[in-house]
Nanobody
Framework: QVQLVESGGGLVQAGGFLRLSCAAS????????MGWFRQAPVNAREFVAA????????YYADSVKGRFTISRDNAKSTVYLQMNSLKPEDTAVYYCAARRAIGGYAATRNYDHWGQGTQVTVSS
């Protein structure tokens, strides 16, 4: 059974930082590409960051490039999202997801499994 469990969300002031974690079941972490998405109220779920299927490349949404960093710890089957210089517009529920599609890293339809989400709130 595939499991993705996010943690690390919370309330932070603008300019602050948070690190999100996503613990994945071992089989998922070995065979799938991992990504992060977010969804603010009344908005569609949007791409934030992802690894390529090989794990050798990373991709970012323009809105977070230079501020967020996706990384992984293979020994812990965990993927992270380091979020720096946070802005109020980063407020959303953040989701970890896993896919086996080679391309289409930014499209939600290409992801097979999702975590339950963790709330990030950035106050101004």
């Amino acid at each position: 059974q595939v499991q993705l469990v996010e943690s690390g969300g919370g309330l932070v002031q603008a300019g602050g930082f948070l690190r999100l974690s996503c613990a994945a079941s071992v089989g998922t972490f070995s065979n799938d590409a991992m990504g992060w998405f977010r969804q603010a109220p009344v908005n569609a779920r949007e791409f934030v960051a992802a690894f390529s299927l090989s794990g050798g490349r990373t991709y970012y949404a323009d809105s977070v490039k230079g501020r967020f960093t996706i990384s992984r710890d293979n020994a812990k089957s965990t993927v992270y999202l380091q979020m720096n210089s946070l802005k109020p517009e980063d407020t959303a529920v953040y989701y970890c997801a896993a896919r086996r599609a080679i391309g289409g890293y930014a499209a939600t339809r290409n992801y097979d499994h999702w975590g339950q989400g963790t709330q990030v709130t950035v106050s101004s």
